[in-house]
């Protein structure tokens, strides 16, 4: 990233304090007007989980970022044109916007353990980003999750780091490819120890040695890092009681100095609020870790009062403000942003029939094929013959939004089909391929009858949530959970946690309608076949005794035809886990441990081919 150096220290040399601190501030979208981005120097502007312009659709995201981007341009005798870089999470396709195709979560695509298609899937993701005039995506999620529990498991590619290791230079390679008209710039995150929390607790603390956080959570970082990665987010949990985002340590020493990262760290979601009660003192602890842009959603204007104050009471070194802007100058010149024309005039923005088309579809069909998993299937059920009588049940069965899980739309997901536009339900892909398929009126399979079904396909598991709205835990009982076999035995405060998704990992507690659904279907003597969703593994033991066959699908997103094709054999099954599969709660299996003894160990999958179980 050499060849812009004397570009940025000219562009440099001509900005003021108020124009070096506004480079460094990231506001939401609904915080922010254009002409408030041009008075205040604003660096970039980006749109939370579901926070979206107009109605949605490409052009809306084209006419808004293009508003944001003409005012950063402006040129006057107090204004300096430094084009804007707007950010979305875009973890898993384009999926805050209508019509994108969307993706199976990573959680699936460790599943596939196919990197040469995460290059494809990260190239068809950016060209859907860019269709809509935005530059940035906070992805990919490099977790290590080594607990299930933890509400963001299905954003983590595997519990062992070898997977994503593999997968995350590939990923980066294929959002930023040549960072030309195709590209847009990746970020990978939460820099460090997320998946590491104590008990899966999201945003809790990382209670692992230097030697632990270096194996497990450090590998993918250096990878994406050696691939070119330009920004890097740094995680809203802490490390040994201290918070990510005032770690000097971490940002500092090891990021950039031992790593050798010359793009620009942003804080994750108004996290520097809960470094200190007194804001001021919070921004000067982020500041001094190394952190370089503040996603500050709503008080940005304190954060650049607070900033530049303790700039000029040294309590701040002016070369700390530098080194910030100076790597946050350097993205944008490295990614070709100051010679790109506006948003509404780019090559992608011009071509918004590229948006949804079958061409990207055909990406995802193929991820959702190679991420299903079989962990049962007794007397070769599976695959089913197109011709034979199928009953479809299940409440997952035909909605989209469910399929597609958090992160989709709104921030906490979709529950319905039309949410999601384009792409098939479960059952409308089952449809297509044996059209004598008959789907459940009330989804519960009352009309089951052996005189007309041979078979009933019952699609089962989790509805869609983000981040620690998904935890598993029994509220107030942390202390407790200190002495599970595996974990470390420091007791915790989760006194702010509200609500979570449910208080253990037992499908059948958290959802008890899904194995009503299985045992009125065989009690009426028609043999299941179980086909699971959702963002992690859970403990199935009665709903894998009461089916005939059972298939993970994870969160397989909008090309549920993917499910259907596998189910009937147009292609064979050959997902493997790239997590320890539970058989109980209290225990907490990663592959590597002491006397190993999960349900299904990492890398189990049945496939069809018999040869290779
Ligand atoms: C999440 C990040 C996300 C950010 C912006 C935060 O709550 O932790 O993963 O990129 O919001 O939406």
């Keep these: 990233m050499s060849n812009f150096e004397k570009r940025i220290s000219e562009l440099m040399a001509k900005m003021n304090l108020d124009q070096m601190v506004g480079q460094m501030v990231q506001p939401e979208r609904q915080f922010i007007t254009p002409e408030q981005v041009k008075k205040h120097h604003i660096g970039s502007v ?6 979206v312009p107009g109605d949605n659709k490409p052009e809306d995201w084209i006419a808004m970022n293009d508003e944001y981007w003409a005012a950063s341009m402006e040129a006057d ?12 999470d875009a973890i898993h396709g384009n999926s805050n916007v209508t019509g994108a195709v969307v993706f199976p979560h990573n959680i699936g695509l460790g599943a596939a353990k196919d990197p040469e298609m995460m290059e494809r899937i990260a190239r068809t993701t950016a060209r859907e980003i860019a269709v809509t005039g935005v530059e940035w995506t906070f992805a990919p999620t490099l977790a290590v999750a080594r607990n299930s529990h933890w509400g963001r498991t299905y954003e983590s590619y595997s519990e062992d780091p070898q997977i994503v290791t593999e997968y995350a230079p590939r990923f980066v390679r294929g959002l930023q490819s040549d960072l030309g008209e195709e590209s847009v710039i990746g970020c990978v995150k939460h820099f460090i120890g997320d998946g590491a929390t104590v008990h899966g607790i999201d945003q809790g603390d990382a209670q692992i040695d230097e030697e632990e956080l270096r194996r497990l959570h450090l590998p993918p970082y250096q990878a994406a890092i050696d691939a070119g990665v330009l920004t890097v987010m740094a995680s809203l949990n802490s490390w040994n009681g201290l918070k990510c985002h005032e770690h000097r340590y971490l940002l500092t020493d090891i990021l950039k100095d031992e790593l050798g990262f010359r793009g620009f760290i942003v804080s994750d979601w108004d996290g520097i609020d809960c470094l200190a009660e007194d804001f001021g003192k919070a921004v000067e602890l982020g500041l001094n870790s190394g952190m370089d842009m503040f996603m500050v959603t709503e008080k940005w204007e304190e954060f650049i009062q607070h900033t530049k104050t303790l700039v000029n009471s040294g309590r701040i070194p002016k070369k700390r403000i530098e080194d910030a802007v100076r790597r946050i100058l350097r993205v944008k010149f490295e990614f070709g942003l100051f010679d790109k024309p506006r948003p509404a005039e780019r090559k992608l923005s011009k071509q918004t029939e590229i948006f949804g088309s079958k061409e990207h579809r055909d990406v995802a069909l193929e991820a959702v094929r190679k991420s299903l998993v079989m962990l049962k299937n007794d007397d070769a059920l599976l695959p089913l013959e197109k011709s034979t009588r199928i009953l479809v049940a299940g409440k997952n069965a035909n909605n989209r939004g469910h399929q597609c899980g958090g992160f989709t739309v709104n921030w906490q997901g979709a529950i319905s089909n039309e949410e999601i536009v384009g792409g098939q339900s479960i059952w409308e892909g089952i449809q297509t391929l044996a059209p004598s398929a008959v789907l459940s009126d009330n989804l519960e399979g009352n009309e089951a ?33 200190s002495t599970f076999p595996n974990s470390t035995p ?9 609500e979570v998704y449910a208080s253990n990992l037992y499908l059948h507690e958290m959802h008890p309608e899904d194995i009503a659904t299985i045992n009125n279907i065989t009690s009426r003597g028609v043999p299941v076949v179980a086909v699971m969703l959702g963002g992690r593994p859970l403990v199935v033991e009665k709903e894998l005794e009461a089916s005939s066959a059972f298939v993970m699908a994870w969160l397989p997103g909008s090309e549920g035809h993917g499910v259907a094709d596998v189910l009937f054999g147009d292609f064979d099954i050959q997902g493997k886990l ?3 599969w539970p058989k109980y709660d209290n225990e907490n299996w990663n592959v590597g441990d002491p006397n190993y003894n999960p349900r299904f160990p990492y890398g189990f999958g049945l496939t069809y081919d018999k040869t290779n179980n």
């Design 46 to 51: 980006l749109s939370g989980g579901g926070s």
């Design 77 to 88: 005798d107090e204004h300096l044109a430094i084009p804007i870089v707007y950010g979305v």
């Design 449 to 481: 009858n052996p005189d007309q079904h041979d078979v009933a396909i019952v699609v089962i598991g989790e509805t869609p949530y983000a981040e620690m709205l998904g935890d598993i835990r029994v509220p107030g009982l942390l202390q407790e959970y």
């Design 490 to 498: 420091i007791p915790l405060d989760d006194s702010e946690v509200a």
């Design 578 to 580: 790239s997590f320890s």
